[in-house]
């Protein structure tokens, strides 16, 4: 059973809530030029890919200025928008802490900054990641309420002990999620966005399969999170995740879990709708190694 995992607590100058100061003040100018140098590129790259509610919510927020935003500016807007707030973490935390924050719209986010040698890859969430990534969608107020359904059905999967089928809903929504436009698939999902390379290959490589949204099958679909996806679905509209999050009775989907088998990461069901039917070149060809 995952729902007892083991109490862990925060490392030294955390509070019991793993929250720990933003410290902006101590931030180096080397650290804000990164910040800057990601900014830039990501910016160049997101108009006509990242959907309408990123950009909108990017500008909204002015997280540019001149390097590493401070939270207590960030939350100013961002409370006044969604009622939603950033909180600094020192990096990953345990689940249950993770959905509490999000079950009262609070979003833990990294306080670190990656180094500059290390700009396009990382293991753990930095600031950038956090901020750039996942901040901009929670001024949208539908993507707001879903982040907290989220962070309560979170609650309730622990309980479950399926946790790891809610959480391929997360990865391959909020993390790399895309949606369906009039122009054309725009990308919403903070693990894309934040990506110089994801950010083309989500959208323009041939190789991953993209895929219409639907909840069972994202719950039982594995992911990577070592390398580009080999697999992306495609909501219609983000209104789809906050509807389908909030009318689903999670309990009888578990149950069903416990029987189904997960599907292969690159298979294709007759049930899928098929947005790009990959060919998986990349992952073929050993990826990222
Ligand atoms: N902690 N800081 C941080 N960021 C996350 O995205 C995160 C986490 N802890 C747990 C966690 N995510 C997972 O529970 C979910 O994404 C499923
Ligand atoms: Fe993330």
């Not at 960030?74 to 950033?86: A, C, I, M, Y």
């Not at 990534?133 to 982040?147: E, I, K, S």
């Not at 007759?270 to 070149?281: C, I, L, M, N, S």
Request: aromatic share 12%; charged share 20%; hydrophobic share 40%.
């Amino acid at each position: 059973m995952k729902a007892d995992a083991t109490f862990q607590a925060p490392p030294p100058g955390a509070r019991p809530d793993w929250t720990i100061d933003q410290g902006w003040e101590a931030y180096s100018d080397a650290e804000h030029q990164v910040w800057i140098t990601l900014y830039e590129r990501q910016t160049a790259l997101l108009p006509g890919r990242a959907c309408d509610a990123f950009l909108r919510g990017l500008d909204a927020l002015d997280l540019h200025r001149t390097g590493i935003p401070d939270f207590a500016r960030v939350n100013e807007e961002l409370s006044r928008l969604t009622g939603w707030s950033v909180v600094a973490v020192p990096g990953l935390v345990p689940d249950d802490v993770f959905f509490d924050h999000l079950a009262n719209r609070r979003f833990p986010a990294g306080q670190f900054i990656r180094k500059p040698q290390e700009l396009d890859y990382l293991q753990e969430p930095d600031i950038f990641h956090d901020v750039f990534g996942h901040v901009p969608m929670l001024t949208d107020p539908v993507f707001a309420d879903y982040m907290q359904a989220y962070g309560k059905g979170g609650q309730r999967a622990l309980g479950f002990g399926h946790l790891h089928n809610l959480a391929r809903l997360y990865w391959y929504t909020v993390e790399f999620g895309l949606m369906e436009t009039a122009a054309g698939l725009r990308i919403y999902g903070a693990g894309i966005v934040s990506s110089y390379s994801e950010s083309r290959f989500a959208l323009d490589d041939p190789s991953p399969n993209r895929l219409g949204f639907d909840l069972e099958r994202v719950m039982r679909t594995p992911y990577r999170i070592d390398d580009f996806q080999q697999v992306y679905f495609v909501v219609p509209a983000l209104q789809t995740l906050l509807d389908v999050t909030v009318e689903t009775d999670f309990a009888p989907l578990y149950a069903r879990l416990e029987t189904a088998s997960d599907i292969p990461i690159a298979a294709i069901e007759p049930a899928d709708r098929v947005f790009t039917r990959g060919t998986q070149a990349y992952a073929n060809a050993g990826g990222r190694t």
